[in-house]
Structure formats: structure tokens, C-alpha cells
Nanobody, 122 residues
């Protein structure tokens, strides 16, 4: 059974950092791209970053480029999202999902975690 479980969310002050984890089970991470998405209240779910399994490439949305870093540990079947210099506008529920191809298009992601809340506020 495919399962993705996010953790690491919480409340942080502006300028602070958090590291999100996406623990995968029921499949081998080596063969899948993993994407991070987020959804703020009243807004559509948007792509934040992905990590490709095929060539190791990564992608970042312009809004997080230079502040967020995605990484994967295939041995632990876990993908991480290091978030630095957090801003109030980063407040959202963050989801990880798996895709057979490396893309930020949401329709290509069939399996999703339950999400973890990130709140950036003073």
C-alpha cells in the first residue's frame, strides 16, 4: 500500500526555518519524482518544488527559490524540504506527492500525503 506521510510542520517566526519530511512506504523512492505542494486558506494548491529520481534534477517555484531546498535520502525512503527565511506568505498546508515523471503539474501526481501545517507568524 502506497503511503506518504509528512511531518515537521509547526509555528515559526518570520525569518525562521523548518524542515519538512515526507516518509514514503509501499514503493521504492528511487523510481519516482516527489513533489511538494502547498495550499493556503482560500487559495488553490500550488507547486513548490520537486525532486526527480531519473537525473537528480530539482525544481523550485519562483516564490521559494533561494530559500527552500529539496533533498532525498533513497536509503531512508524519505524526501525533505528545508525551508529557510520563512515569510508569512509561506503559511499553508504542505503536501508531498509522488509522480512517475518529474513535473510540477498537479494532475501527474496520483498519490498524496495528508499534509502538515506550516504557520509563519510573529
Amino acid at each position: 500500500q502506497v503511503q506518504l506521510v509528512e511531518s515537521g510542520g509547526g509555528l515559526v517566526q518570520p525569518g525562521g526555518s523548518l524542515r519538512l519530511s515526507c516518509a514514503a512506504s509501499g514503493f521504492t523512492l528511487d523510481y519516482y519524482a516527489i513533489g511538494w505542494f502547498r495550499q493556503a486558506p482560500g487559495k488553490e494548491r500550488e507547486g513548490v518544488s520537486y525532486s526527480s529520481s531519473s537525473d537528480g534534477s530539482t525544481y523550485y517555484a519562483d516564490s521559494v527559490k533561494g530559500r527552500f531546498t529539496i533533498s532525498r535520502d533513497n536509503a531512508k525512503n524519505t524526501v525533505y524540504l528545508q525551508m529557510n527565511s520563512l515569510k508569512p506568505e509561506d503559511t499553508a498546508i504542505y503536501y508531498c506527492a509522488r509522480s512517475a515523471i518529474a513535473t510540477m503539474k498537479r494532475d501527474f501526481y496520483a498519490d498524496w500525503g495528508q499534509g502538515t501545517q506550516v504557520t509563519v507568524s510573529s
